[in-house]
């Protein structure tokens, strides 16, 4: 490894699907160091940073946001430029069945870190003070549902959220944007779309039906499947997130989509026609055969929909894929990496596929 950086952030919640992406793709494109603070829940998973072993760029903390002695520590020594917060509790369904550790991640734990931030950020002076960021990731749940014709969501929408995950969003949402107004804290917040691809957890709609597709077995969609979400390529994000963090007017909050408006059953029905071609069943059926119905999920949104021209408008980013491209690749990269794939469906999380799908 050649020159590091003198310069470093703090990524939390940098061991799970985003969070790791983000890490892995900053690491590509440039030297400056990553502390990694990750608490390593079930979606937490080191395996998704195995490429980073030995790199002296990437140092791995295991914790939680809500410890404040670990965060002022990881801060004093550390001294970073910028604070990227991904950690959260992010599955709609498990915070239906157990909503107390979405309150306690994503609300208390939001409020600690904004704590801890702030008394560090106060210690800094000139040019590393006004360059100092704290950048928020949050998600479009926190606006609610959209009907089929309405306007997609923009900065400047009604917070709305339907469920407890959704509302813990928003109230850490509120929480940052209470910070800055407050005490000044420089701070950006990003609301994304639904996000697919590598080293996702599955339990989300895409990988678990690639999974459960070439395994044989069901694969299951919510009531009628016309639920519309945009999709997000995860590396899209990233580089979104890149852009927000360098080039984002403080304060303010920019919304990241794909421009990709997709039903559930429409996006499940690519995959099996991309498996068919790609790993074909031994009978020579479509793995269409294996969709079926399954009741639907309490308070489920109709529709999210994105409007990401602010981002593009002000900053010039648009996603470098499309839903035909990612899809692909995703497909690809979960056949090529079938020993992660084991890996991360121990007993555990069997157990819970099967007690919130029934099968």
């Known amino acids: 490894m050649g020159f590091i ?10 061991a799970g699907f985003i969070g790791a992406n983000f890490v892995l793709d900053w690491l590509a494109q440039r030297d400056e160091p990553v502390i990694n603070l990750d608490k390593l829940t079930y979606a937490g998973n080191l395996e998704n940073l195995a490429s980073l072993q030995g790199d002296a760029r990437h140092i791995f903390v295991q914790g939680d946001i809500g410890d404040a002695a670990l965060v002022d520590g990881l801060l004093a020594k550390h001294r970073p430029r910028a604070v990227i917060n991904f950690a959260a509790e992010s599955h709609v369904d498990r915070s239906i069945n157990g909503p107390s550790e979405f309150i306690q991640t994503n609300i208390v734990g939001t409020f600690y ?29 926190v606006y609610g549902s959209l009907t089929k014709d309405a306007p997609a969501f923009s900065e400047t929408s ?18 940052v944007r209470a910070y800055h107004h407050t005490y000044g804290l420089p701070v950006l917040t990003t609301n994304c779309s639904n996000n697919y691809g590598p080293y996702h957890f599955p339990e989300k709609l895409i990988p678990l039906c690639i999974l459960n597709a070439v395994a044989g077995k069901t694969l299951p969609i919510y009531g009628d499947g016309r639920q519309i979400r945009d999709w997000l390529y995860v590396k899209d994000h990233c580089s979104a997130i ?41 009978d020579g059926r479509s793995y269409k055969s294996q969709i079926a119905f399954v009741k639907d999920r309490p308070g489920h949104d109709r529709r999210y929909a994105i409007n990401a021209g602010k981002l593009a408008l002000e900053l010039g980013w648009k996603p470098q894929e499309t839903f035909e491209t990612g899809i692909n690749k995703t497909v690809v990269w979960y056949l090529e990496n079938q020993r992660w794939v084991t890996n991360v469906t121990s007993g555990t999380y069997r157990n819970w596929i099967g007690k919130q799908y029934g099968i």
């Not at 852009?243 to 403080?250: A, I, K, P, Y």
């Open 5 to 14: 950086s003198t310069m470093s952030i703090i990524v939390t919640g940098g």
């Open 113 to 141: 870190l904004l704590e801890s931030v702030r008394a560090y950020w106060e210690t800094l002076e000139g040019e590393t003070k006004a360059g100092f960021r704290y950048l928020h990731v949050s998600t479009d749940e």
């Open 158 to 175: 009604r917070y709305e959220p339907n469920s407890p995950y959704s509302a813990s969003k928003a109230a850490s949402d509120h929480l």
């Open 242 to 282: 890149c852009l927000v963090l360098e080039s984002g007017r403080v304060g303010e909050t920019y919304n990241i989509g794909g421009w990709n408006e997709k039903a559930n059953l429409d996006v499940v029905e690519t995959l099996c026609a991309i498996l068919d071609e790609l790993k074909p069943r031994i």
